[in-house]
């Protein structure tokens, strides 16, 4: 059995803990959440970081960037594989170089969007010339800390589509940590940080999360568009995710064919 502990049970650390204790994935057992929640959670088995370092086999961080940097390195430097829905964080290139450098083996969730395999393999063909992901969210759940007053109002009273910021996959990715983890997956997907294009859209009238990634290369023309219906506890994650981490469990744990 597969002994998995999960870090951070909201939106998604909570789906994928309940999952795993109801016994839903074959061959993974739960060895229990850490969170900084006020109140534990009635049922499921709370641990703390030290024991989850020792209980485990793999570490599924669903907790945030300031998690993921916190905690990451001690987890691989433990010998534990670690997978990660923060993707994001990894804008941060020391942080990755220090999770890349093992012994335990990081694993990230293709989370809210699809096609990071086939832009993997385009990549592989030479190199991809453009690439550009557009995410729209609802204004209410766009606000940052270092946004202006004039920006957030702006933000409050959109009537229609307003562009927030467009720029590098790295820069958009840090800007906005619980809305644009895709953007690093894609530039980590792409296998370059540098081509991969980003913009933040609000849209006061979007029911749905949508993200559009665009992608040209020497192996083709590429088009996915994604439209999640977001988390109702946590709306800037989409309600899909926590089962795009279960489903990467179970392949993990499980003797099944998967795709590659
Ligand atoms: N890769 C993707 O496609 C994708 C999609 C959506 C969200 N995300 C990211 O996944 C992460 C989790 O999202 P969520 O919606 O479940 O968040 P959430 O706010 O609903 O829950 C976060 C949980 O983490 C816990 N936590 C916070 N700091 C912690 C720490 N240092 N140690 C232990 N626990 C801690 C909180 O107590 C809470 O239980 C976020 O970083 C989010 O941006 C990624």
New binding site residues.
């Given amino acids: 059995m597969l002994s998995v502990s999960v ?8 789906v994928v803990a309940r999952a795993l204790q109801a016994g839903e994935v074959p061959g993974v057992v739960l060895a229990g959440v ?4 006020p109140v534990d959670p009635p049922d499921l088995p709370v641990i703390d ?1 030290a024991a989850l370092l020792v209980s485990s086999d793999l570490v599924v961080e ?7 940097s ?2 990451g390195p001690s987890v691989v430097a433990a010998g534990l594989d670690l997978f990660v ?5 990894l804008a941060d290139a020391d942080l990755l170089r220090t999770l890349s450098a093992g012994p335990g083996r990081v694993q ?6 699809g096609g990071l395999d086939l832009i993997r393999s385009a990549a592989a063909m030479g190199g991809l010339r453009r690439v550009r992901i557009t995410t729209t969210k609802r204004p209410e759940i766009l606000g940052q800390k270092w946004m202006t007053d004039t920006e957030l109002s702006r933000l409050g009273s959109a009537t229609e589509p307003l562009v927030l910021r467009e720029g590098s996959a790295r820069e958009i990715a840090t800007a906005f ?3 644009a ?2 953007a690093a ?1 894609v530039a980590l997907a792409a296998g370059d940080w540098e081509v991969v294009e980003a913009a933040v859209v609000a849209d006061p009238g979007a029911e749905r999360t949508t993200h559009v990634i665009e992608a040209e290369g020497n192996a083709g023309r590429y088009r996915f568009e994604i439209e999640n219906l977001p ?1 109702e ?2 709306p ?3 309600a899909v ?1 926590p089962y ?1 981490v279960l489903r990467a469990i179970g392949e993990l744990a499980g003797r099944s064919p998967v795709f590659r």
Avoid: F, M, W, Y
């Fill in positions: 870090l951070g049970c909201g939106a998604i650390g909570g850490a969170h900084r929640d970081e669903c907790a945030g960037h300031a998690a993921l916190g905690t829905t923060s993707v994001g964080a990230l969730t293709t989370g809210a969007i940590p619980r809305s983890n895709v997956s988390s506890q946590t800037t994650t989409s995710v795009a």
